[in-house]
């Protein structure tokens, strides 16, 4: 009804009548409750911390509900999940901006937590971040941490202990880590926390017991320790550091030990040890740092050492980075290996992570071996014909653009316009590509 019809209505209607309609409508939630809670923040002073209480308690509501189903069902929904998302965000605003009671707040947070230790919905990060945001004085916090704390999940317990550190609680602090060491960066917390104490010796212990003893790499607890050790110019315990990541055979564990004591050769000025540590690491390092380290090797090594070393260098290059190895060969002067590579490869040329993707080498081999690439080019050319679709009919279009442009500069116009008419010839009934190249 529009608002004239309302008006004509309830014309004889007195407030009693009027506040009893609006009461059963507001009964019913929705658009009703909200347009009430909405009138009231704004007209009503007297009453607008209790019409902000009943939105808050609407948002959980709702967002709750959609929380149940996921925990039940282990997930549901894209448009559901946005949907409680965006009301635990409008909660979390609510709590910052406005002075609630740590009651309304504290029942809250209970039934938040509930549904947080279900932990079958996929909405546990948000509930501990709106959670928390809920709790604004420290015995708030305490509350939140305690019921954390609490739980089966090592990760959380761990966000409680950050909780009671964060309010200045170091004992519950340190009794949660020390109940929960399980990975390298919780025996780093707890040997931060004896360091804050001025106990360097327990401090090392644990980083020794979590080398000893954590889950997974090691590399944290390496770059936590051999600092301490570079600066006391402790080389016993820097060996026994090297010799127990060593032991691992772990690549990770490995060039972490390795770049410090590349760096302690540095400030030693021992060229023997730089050198190990310059070979070892690029056996060992992240892919992506094989480059920084050959390089590091051709300024760092003695000429004579590196005029030795190159060939097993660029064995290594090869076998780790296939794409930077053909750089090297490229910038050396041996395009004949890797255009012997580019003919003898299944090429796939629509795959981004094949080394000649968008002809990043054939381009460059072009003006010195025009025959061989053009035979890639076409090669590449009647392999994308053979799968039927517009992605491969676009990419077959450019090579074959390339491949014009190329014969043309080389004299060969006319073998262009008979092999081309023999290309379309043969895949006369691909419409779609034929309209593509139509103009070239």
């Known amino acids: 009804m529009d608002k004239q019809t309302v008006n004509e209505m309830l014309e004889n209607a007195d407030r009693d009548d009027l506040i009893g309609l609006i009461a059963k409508l507001t009964d019913m939630g929705g658009e009703a409750e909200r347009a009430v809670t909405d009138w009231c923040r704004k007209h009503n002073k007297k009453n607008r911390e209790r019409a902000i209480e009943i939105e808050l308690g609407n948002l959980w509501r709702e967002a709750r509900a959609v929380i149940s189903e996921f925990n039940e069902y282990g997930g549901g929904p894209e448009s559901d999940e946005e949907d409680a998302c965006d009301n635990l965000w409008a909660m979390d605003t609510i709590v910052r901006e406005h002075r609630l009671s740590w009651e309304i707040r504290r029942e809250i947070v209970d039934e938040m937590l509930e549904e947080f230790y279900v932990g079958n919905s996929g909405f546990d990060d948000?509930?501990?971040e709106v959670a928390d945001s809920f709790c604004s004085s420290d015995e708030e916090k305490r509350y939140l941490a305690d019921k954390m704390a609490g739980g089966s999940s090592g990760y959380y317990k761990n966000c409680a202990a950050d909780i009671y550190k964060s309010i200045g609680d170091s004992e519950r602090f340190l009794q949660i880590k020390l109940s929960n060491l399980t990975y390298g960066s919780d025996y780093i917390d707890v040997a931060r926390y004896y360091a804050g104490q001025g106990d360097h010796e327990r401090e090392l212990e644990y980083i020794w017991e979590g080398l000893e003893r954590c889950?997974?790499?090691?590399?944290?607890?390496?770059?936590?320790a051999a600092p301490v050790?570079?600066?006391k110019k402790n080389d016993k315990e820097l060996k026994r550091l090297?010799?127990?990541a060593v032991d691992t055979k772990l690549d990770g564990n490995i060039a972490a030990i390795a770049k410090h004591l590349y760096r302690y050769s540095g400030q030693r000025s021992d060229y023997e040890s730089k050198k190990k540590m310059l070979l070892l690491l690029l056996d060992t390092c992240d892919e992506r740092e094989i480059k920084t380290w050959f390089q590091a090797?051709?300024?760092?090594?003695?000429?004579e050492d590196w005029e030795r070393e190159y060939e097993s260098l660029l064995g290594k290059i090869r076998n780790r980075d296939l794409k930077y190895y053909l750089d090297i060969c490229m910038e050396t002067g041996r395009e004949e290996e890797v255009l012997k590579y580019l003919q003898g490869d299944c090429r796939r040329v629509n795959d981004w992570y094949h080394v000649d993707y968008n002809q990043y080498f054939s381009d460059r081999l072009a003006e010195k071996y025009p025959d061989e690439i053009l035979a890639l080019w076409?090669?590449?050319v009647n392999n994308l014909l053979c799968v039927t679709n517009k992605k491969n009919y676009s990419m077959a279009a450019g090579f074959l653009k390339k491949i014009k442009a190329l014969m043309k500069k080389n004299g060969r116009q006319a073998e262009w316009e008979r092999k081309f008419a023999g290309l379309k010839e043969e895949h006369k009934r691909k419409k779609n590509f034929l309209a593509i190249v139509k103009s070239m």
């Open 229 to 231: 050790y570079m600066k």
């Open 242 to 244: 090297y010799k127990l």
């Open 215 to 224: 889950k997974g790499r090691l590399d944290e607890l390496i770059d936590y």
């Open 378 to 380: 076409w090669r590449d």
């Open 126 to 128: 948000v509930l501990m």
């Open 297 to 303: 090797c051709g300024e760092e090594l003695h000429r």
